[in-house]
């Protein structure tokens, strides 16, 4: 545990907050203090990313698919009894955007069924509208009945562990090209390039937007963008990563990783793939953050929060299983796991709230005063930008010298 007197002196530590309906467990929508009836309303969105900007957070995720929710990951079920449908990830986040000042947000994007044109654009547009406080999660779709939903092609089944992970690598080859698509349609707007000169009649300098002209195996793309270079320059690339796949395509494409650490080793397991894939792909200078994720249940007293676990799991007929690993116990307990697996070379967590709006107050007004309390944590908003939370600088732009 750290000590209070001696504060920690290590790199800024990031906490970030997974969103998704009502919390990671699939009953959490029967809780007395759910809000079922409000799941699509944008004032529950609002509510909770409001929470974590009081909290200081540096920024949230928005879940997404194109498939139902399933209690199994691989394909749906026809189970009633758990939350299913949602709203649009970006499309909410526009939306809370301008009711927020500070913390960054970060929707899901499904890469695979998505044209990185259209995300170029929309993720931009939310760059502009968040005042630099965008990024966006890319997300691999490799279940079959998802590519069914277009009917555009076919994705081959995929079991995790399977000996052939041919299908799956290919997959997040066409999602490393996806993002370089979208980082240079970010870029094919010099920053200069809107001129608004209403005395002159001049608007826009042609000279300044460029064709990205990408030539690939999965796309073809001649841009230039319709949206002006957002105000990050580049808005924040995240993925999440369980596996060398995953792990590679955080190292070559992404400003920020997800992964799924059992423990202290694991994360320095873990972190040592992802800095080698950062490596391979020459990017072993450029600063890619990775936080661990981790499913939490959080009370004042450890025994409620696990009694209220086993209430919830009993409400799902069996103990509650994840990617990631669960937490149950008091924020304090919780801040000791965070700094363990800081000191073990993370540069944060991922925050995954079991119940909603529960464990994110219980993150934002218990974790957060204990990690301040211990010298960790920011205790006011240092940056504008969630480039300048995550101590990224703006990246000059690859045509502005043609």
Known sequence: MSDPQNP?????????????????????????????????DARYWTDLVREAERGLLDLVTIEDSFGLQSSNPGRPDDRTDQVRGR?????????????TEHVGIVPTAVVTHTEPFHASKAVATLDWVSTGRAGVRVRVSSRPDEAALFGRRTVEPFEPGSADDRPIVDLFDEAADYVEVVRRLWDSWEDDAEIRDAATGRFVDREKLHYIDFEGRHFSVRGPSITPRPPQGQPIVAA???????YRLVGRSADLGFVTP?????????????????????RADETVHVLGDVVVFLDDDAAAAADRKARLDALLGRELISDARIFVGTPAELADLVLEWREAGLGGVRLRPGGLPHDLEQI???LVPELQRRGAFRTAYEADTLRGLLGLARPANRYAAV
Do not use: K, S, Y
């Not at 709203?87 to 009711?99: C, G, K, Q, T």
């Not at 999440?240 to 995953?246: D, E, P």
């Open 262 to 282: 059992r423990d202290a080793a694991d994360a320095r397991a873990i972190l040592a793939e992802v800095r080698a894939e950062q490596t391979a792909a020459g």
């Open 364 to 366: 934002t007004r218990g």
């Open 240 to 246: 999440l990563a369980h596996r060398t796949v995953a």
């Open 87 to 99: 709203l649009d990830a970006v499309l909410v986040a526009a939306r809370v955007a301008p009711l």
């Open 8 to 40: 920690v002196h290590l790199a800024p530590l990031h906490v970030a907050v997974a969103l998704d309906g009502a919390g990671w467990h699939p009953a959490a929508w029967r809780e007395p203090e759910a809000r079922p009836t409000e799941f699509f």
